[in-house]
């Protein structure tokens, strides 16, 4: 437990601000190597976060490090994807890869508490919750103090900011996001269904709006295995080409399109978000602070997923706490080399679909006979983060030799600079 020296100084080792995946999962690792740990998050728990529920194989891969995969996917387990539009359907299994062939969905009021509740086991971890960061100082480069919004001060050694891609604390560190670079906006709700135990996420990549005008983005069903499905969708933006749509509204239509086949219920507990993705921010470090997972964009541009790069750096970050160093330029070269050619080429290849033309032309390709059903469960393994540095398949020599040509003509692009 953390130190109290008087009665408004907390001294901590680790503070990490955010106590959702990302931060619950740092405190877990930072308690596994005996270091004192506070959490604080704005919010009280359990509370909801706008997400689409959805747990990839990767994400599944993490929560089974954190002894919690089990307790998940006992409840509801998926399969891979069903993907349709423009006339076709492609099945495609989670490929047979490093992190298995196993996913599933939680929604994440109940995913984010059960996954704090288990940092909370650990007898070094503490946590605040309700209570807001609001300020900080300085110590030359190091923070030395943070302040909550009831008064207490926090003093301590490292920091780690989890706080979402709006990253409140984090703009107080200097964190930019760059909106010259893709990001995503989605909205989601909830909708009652008998097929609830459905073990295929369905994504319906053909996505119209009302007046039959194809959207740059992507609609989605992830069953839940509790009499509901988590039906949303999302469209891709640039700050020169922006998504002019009212998300909730397309909810509302995407959802009316898929009643009849999924008996849904009316869409409930509708809320949208903005994501910067792709490492699209800078200023994400200092001498003894890091930012993790969303707030620092470590969101995949090709589908919105972070639940996974957030747990993955999340350890990533605990385990360079023990090395004494300045986390400034060190965090952003750990985070560029394990994610900078994968981001920087789904980065390129969701820019290119904000051009609705071209998804026009390549949709029908892709997901009919007799190249869709080659290329999708392709494309389901890129949109899924399962390729790894270690596979040596033609998909993922295909994947980093685009990686490689991409990054040559778009070097200057910002990855956590």
């Known amino acids: 437990m953390p130190e109290t020296h008087s009665e408004k100084l907390i001294h901590t080792e680790l503070l990490i601000i955010g106590g959702g995946p990302t931060g619950a999962t740092a405190a877990i690792h930072a308690a596994r190597r005996g270091l004192s740990t506070l959490i604080v998050d704005a919010q009280q728990f359990p509370r909801d976060k706008t997400c689409g529920d959805g747990l990839t194989p990767r994400a599944i891969t993490q929560l089974d490090r954190i002894g919690l995969a089990a307790t998940i996917t006992d409840r509801y387990l998926s399969h891979g994807l069903k993907l349709h539009g423009f006339g076709g359907s492609v099945t495609a299994p989670w490929p047979d890869s490093a992190f298995g062939t196993v996913g599933s969905a939680m929604p994440r009021v109940e995913l984010d508490a059960l996954i704090l509740d288990q940092a909370r086991r650990q007898p070094e971890v503490s946590l605040i919750d309700g209570v807001a960061a609001i300020a900080v100082e300085f110590d030359g480069a190091k923070v030395s103090v943070v302040t909550l919004a009831n008064g207490v001060r926090i003093k301590p050694t490292y920091l780690l900011v989890a706080d979402g891609v709006r990253s409140t604390f984090g703009k107080l560190l200097g964190r930019t996001w760059h909106k010259g670079e893709v990001y995503g906006i989605a909205a989601r709700s909830y909708c009652n269904t008998p097929r609830s135990t459905e073990p295929w996420i369905h994504s319906h990549l053909e996505l119209t709006d009302d007046t039959g005008t194809i959207q740059p983005g992507y609609g989605w069903i992830f069953p839940l295995g509790d009499g509901r499905a988590n039906v949303g969708c999302g469209a891709l933006s640039t700050d020169r080409r922006p998504a002019k749509i009212n998300t909730k509204k397309l909810l509302h239509f995407y959802a009316q399109q898929c009643r009849d086949e999924w008996d849904f219920g009316q869409p409930d507990n509708v809320a949208s978000a903005l994501l910067p993705m792709g490492g699209a921010v800078s200023n994400v470090a200092g001498a003894n602070w890091m930012l993790i997972g969303d707030a620092a964009a470590c969101v995949n541009p090709l589908n919105g997923e972070g639940i996974d790069y957030g747990m993955e750096t999340a350890e990533l970050a605990v385990s360079l706490l023990d090395e004494g160093k300045d986390f400034s330029l060190l965090w952003p070269f750990v985070l560029r080399e394990h994610y900078g050619q994968a981001f920087l080429l789904a980065r390129t290849a969701a820019r290119l679909l904000t ?56 070097g200057s692009s910002p990855l956590w600079s």
């Open 355 to 410: 051009y609705p033309q071209l998804l026009q032309k390549l949709g029908p390709i892709g997901l009919n006979k007799p190249l869709g059903p080659v290329l999708m469960p392709a494309a389901a393994r890129l949109m899924g983060n399962l390729v790894t540095e270690e596979d040596s398949d033609l998909v993922a020599r295909a994947w980093a030799m685009a990686g490689t040509v991409v990054g040559r003509f778009r």
